[in-house]
């Protein structure tokens, strides 16, 4: 499939490059695969045409946006590249995978094409806690919690999503939640291509919100919050991680810790903290994922040489939860799960549920199981209230 | 009484840049027929000599009393036309011009219709001539002395051509010491020359030179007044805990108060901050240092890490230049050639170790720069295309750091361990920029440097009258340019010192006393300071010298007591009905 490159080179206003390399110098997975994105660029720019089809590489892309932070002259490489799938897509040579993914959000709202009555699962055991936030949801309520796919329908996931509504019910904050109403916030289906799903599934999702008429959305993925927050134009919403929702009530002593993950006279654990891209790099939220884990006594805190802004990719961004990409070999995650051995840790937190998936598959295949384990920040919070509650 | 009109209109062809889409016969034809209009014509270029002989001649031949000229905006000839009729005997201020070239001809293609809005144009400019009234020109005294504010290399530049030129020099430096960010440089480019060795003798010429006041520690608090007399407040910052104040030798710390006739701003440079880029772990890792710490280094002849000799250098170009994210689009034109000084000393220090240069562009464009770049590379730098994009630490070697790059002539992502790693480190506007612009009401480029009056013809004039810039507070430049620039901001500096007077613009804003009631308005809103309330009277007197005829003033009083000469409400409306009539 012959692309001709003037339009779209124009559009995605490619003419700003200067070839200097930071782009693909700083993507995670130029390393291991044959993707470079300042070549595509310089090809976009000098050829007439470019061969989509025959850039297999495209696939690898996880989207961290690295190379949009590190461009110097604010082009944003990453589109380029969600704008090449979108050609596929359009003409429908993607991977297959691809194809189940993104079929499975339009019949079902769930990049698993799992059943949307199923979408409540994830509140198992919490039935009168589900049930009144979406009654809140219905009448109007303050905070709308947007639980998304993955924390909905992943076992390993839903643990996350039930210690989150409980702990913000807790906190007295009026909360309400769209049970089987919610739908994929589309933020792997835009960065898979699919722009005009993409487009079907926010205009679905913001006139949900609109009903509910809440002051603020939190979500517990990044990437939900990452789409909500600057493509979705809810303007009139303030959209939160959930890392930032607890920060907040720590710092107004809305939500403490007395007791802590660790019984009284017992050593304290060391743990360090992965930064997601679309929390990190793409949002700056750095320190509040931080200030939660300090504020549960029993944690200490170290770091990994790289953090914050250089922060190593897991790999499970930009659809690459359903395209494994041209290298299986050498995957990002078991480099970040070694770096995270070498601090000393002995839990990994992170704030993402690709994150968790993708980090704690890593700690198994590298044998690190023994030593450190891969736990979601919810999933401390949610140790250290259940101590707390433990009279 | 005025006489009645005598107009004479002149239609300028432009060669074809006006008459190809306008009939220039039709409309001088039409213009002859306009009321008070002696004689029309036109001609291929007006401001031409012929063409300008032509309005001398008409003016003696036909007795004109004014000129229309229709041609190209006034920005470009009225002074030519002004002087013309003037030599003709025609006061300057009664001729008029109608812009049909760039309002008109070169923004319409259909000739019909752009003769047809030139023949409007053309009425309403004969509108207004015929009551245009003469004006005098004016001019002031002017105080025999300059500020110089920074005492830099261009500061101390400028101070001592004034004052070589027999005009005294006050030079207000904020530091503790004069030298600027030169002293802090080890050796400079491209003859290796020690920055010391160009910078004492300059030091020593300033201290000691009769004409030149230092007033050290100190900073411009207060500027009045207008070209030719600008009042200056000077206060001091107190000479801290840094000991004895090398100035005190010119006895001129006690200074308060200048006035001066001109002033020099050569306030330099905010070197840019490592930190703001957190992917190169400046902060993090010992290994990484600013292009400025080198220099120390250097200096030092210590080029250790932890003890540690380097076995790798490498230097990073363009960190916070050519960034538009952060800000600093702009190139700070000296890195790349510091960067191949450093590199090559590193290569004399060390001849063992490698040393590898991270590029974009090389920019090496002054003279012998180009020269002194080979020279870097036929020592043996390593130039390698591609900037890095991120540094880190493996824990697996400690004492290194690994910078994580694009070889974009080998399309190859790279890892590269170094010892240690030098960031070209570029040039910020000044933190007090803002408050300098404020106090002199300099306008600001869109790269935060002070914006010069003109980017080719006018490089070191400002907006303000009076004012001129040196150096790297209106854009960075190496050594030689900042002191080229300083002497020519000197020289300008001196242009109305040694004359002796200023001319003032004549067509300001008046104000009526009869109709005035005091309000004030109209000083509020002025933006250079030239009205003032006379308390005895309470009215307003404007300033003329300071009066710019941006006629904010007019619009605003609420007595219609203010007249902004040259552009009544009687010419204006006269063009304005000449227009929809």
């Not at chain 1, 003409?91 to 949307?116: D, K, Y």
């Not at chain 1, 190593?312 to 359903?322: A, F, K, T, V």
């Not at chain 2, 050569?266 to 993090?284: H, I, L, M, W």
């Not at chain 2, 910020?428 to 980017?455: M, V």
Request: proline share 5%.
């Amino acid at each position: 499939m012959a692309l001709k490159t003037a339009k779209m080179a124009e559009q995605l206003e490619l003419f700003g490059c200067i070839q200097c390399g930071k782009c693909t110098g700083g993507c995670p997975v130029a390393r291991k695969t044959t993707l470079n994105i300042r070549t595509l660029i310089y090809h976009m720019l000098v050829d007439s045409n470019m061969d989509v089809d025959a850039h297999k590489e495209l696939w690898d892309c996880t989207s961290c946006f690295t190379c949009v932070e590190r461009c110097p002259k604010d082009v944003q490489p990453a589109e380029l590249i969600i704008s090449l799938r979108g050609e596929l897509v359009e003409s429908g040579r993607i991977p297959e995978t691809v194809g189940t993914a993104l079929m499975g959000v339009f019949r079902q709202g769930n990049p698993s094409g799992l059943a949307r009555q199923d979408r409540e699962l994830w509140a198992e055991g919490m039935e009168e806690s589900l049930a009144r936030a979406k009654q809140a949801a219905q009448e109007g309520c303050d905070l709308l919690y947007f639980v998304g796919c993955i924390p909905s329908y992943d076992q390993r996931i839903q643990p996350v999503s039930r210690a989150l509504l409980r702990t913000l019910e807790d906190a007295g904050l009026d909360v309400g939640t769209l049970g089987t109403q919610e739908s994929c916030c589309g933020n792997e289906v835009r960065r898979m291509g699919e722009v005009g799903l993409f487009e079907m599934l926010a205009e679905e999702n913001g006139e949900l919100f609109r009903s509910v008429g809440a002051r603020g959305v939190v979500t517990t993925s990044p990437h939900c919050f990452n789409t909500f927050k600057n493509e979705y134009g809810l303007d009139e919403m303030e959209v939160m991680h959930y890392t930032q929702l607890l920060a907040d009530l720590i710092e107004r002593g809305k939500l403490t810790f007395t007791k802590g993950v660790v019984p009284e006279g017992e050593e304290g654990k060391v743990v360090t903290y992965h930064d997601p891209c679309f929390l990190g790099k793409q949002n700056g939220v750095y320190d509040e994922p931080r200030a939660v884990l300090q504020a549960i006594p029993g944690l200490k805190l170290v770091e990994m040489d790289r953090n914050r802004e250089r922060s190593l990719c897991c790999e499970g961004g930009g659809g690459r939860m359903w395209v494994e990409g041209t290298n299986l070999e050498e995957r990002l995650a078991f480099q970040r799960v070694q770096e995270a051995a070498e601090t000393g840790a002995e839990i990994l937190a992170v704030a993402c549920p690709f994150c968790l998936l993708t980090l704690e598959d890593a700690v198994k295949v590298q044998g690190l199981d023994e030593q450190l384990r891969v736990m979601d920040i919810m999933e401390l919070v949610d140790l250290a209230w259940k101590a707390d509650s433990e009279e | 009484m005025e006489p009645e009109p005598r107009i004479g209109v002149y239609i300028c062809h432009c060669g074809v840049n006006i008459a190809a889409t306008v009939d220039v016969e039709d409309v001088a034809e039409a213009a002859a027929d306009l009321p008070g209009v002696v004689i029309a014509r036109d001609y291929t270029y007006m401001c031409s000599d012929p063409g300008q002989e032509l309005i001398k001649r008409d003016i003696r031949e036909h007795g004109l009393n004014r000129v229309v000229v229709a041609s190209c905006s006034p920005r470009m000839h009225e002074p030519t036309f002004r002087a013309a009729a003037q030599q003709g005997g025609v006061n300057p201020y009664q001729v008029e011009m109608a812009n049909i070239r760039e309002q008109c001809s070169w923004v319409h293609k259909n000739k019909e219709k752009g003769t047809d809005k030139a023949k409007l144009l053309v009425a309403s400019a004969v509108a207004k001539a015929a009551r245009l009234g003469a004006l005098e020109s004016r001019e002031v005294d002017v105080i025999p002395g300059v500020l110089v504010i920074g005492g830099g290399v261009a500061g101390m530049t400028a101070a001592l051509d004034v004052a070589d030129a027999g005009i005294h020099a006050f030079l207000v430096e904020k530091d503790d010491h004069l030298g600027g960010r030169v002293a802090d440089l080890n050796r400079t480019f491209p003859a290796l020359d020690s920055a010391s060795d160009l910078l004492q003798p300059l030091i020593e010429r300033v201290q000691t030179h009769p004409h030149v006041t230092v007033l050290l520690n100190s900073e411009v608090s207060e500027v009045d007044g207008y070209v030719g007399n600008f009042q200056v407040r000077v206060s001091s910052l107190g000479d801290g805990e840094t000991g004895e104040p090398k100035g005190e030798s010119t006895g001129a710390s006690a200074l308060e108060s200048i006035d001066v006739g001109s002033i020099v701003v050569a306030t330099g440079y905010d070197v840019f901050n490592p930190d703001r880029k957190p992917e190169f772990g400046y902060s993090d890792y010992p290994n990484v240092i600013t292009s400025l710490e080198m220099e120390d280094r250097l200096a030092e002849g210590d080029l250790t890490v932890d003890g540690r000799t380097p076995e790798r250098v490498a230097f990073i170009q363009c960190v916070g230049s050519r960034d538009i994210q952060l800000g600093n689009p702009h190139c700070s034109r000296v890195c790349c050639m510091y960067t191949a000084k450093q590199s090559r000393l590193v290569r004399e220090m060390l001849p063992d170790a490698e040393v590898t240069v991270f590029y974009i562009d090389v920019r090496t464009f002054g003279k012998g720069a180009e020269e002194f770049y080979d020279e870097a590379r036929g020592k043996g730098v390593r130039y390698r295309r591609g900037n890095v994009s991120e540094i880190y630490r493996k824990r697996s070697a400690p004492a290194r750091v690994v910078l994580v790059a694009e070889d974009t002539l080998l399309g190859q992502p790279i890892e590269f361990e170094a010892d240690l790693v030098v960031l070209a480190v570029g040039m910020e506007p000044r933190e007090d920029t803002s408050r300098i612009s404020q106090l002199l009401k300099l306008p600001r480029s869109a790269d935060g440097f002070f914006l010069e009056a003109h980017p080719k013809l006018r490089p070191v004039d400002t907006a303000m009258d009076g004012i001129f810039l040196a150096g790297c507070c209106q854009a960075p430049r190496d050594i030689p340019d900042t002191v080229a620039q300083a002497k020519a901001a000197a020289s300008s500096a001196l242009i109305p010192l040694i004359r002796g007077f200023v001319p003032v613009e004549s067509a300001t804003a008046v104000v009526d006393e009869e109709l005035c009631a005091g309000c004030g308005m109209c000083v509020d809103v002025c933006p250079y300071d030239a009205p003032a309330l006379d308390e005895l009277w309470a009215v307003s007197r404007i300033n003329p010298v300071l009066c710019k005829a941006c006629g904010a003033c007019a619009v605003t009083c609420p007595s219609k007591a203010i007249r902004l000469q040259h552009f009544t409400a009687e010419q204006v409306l006269a063009q304005v009905d000449a227009l929809v009539e």
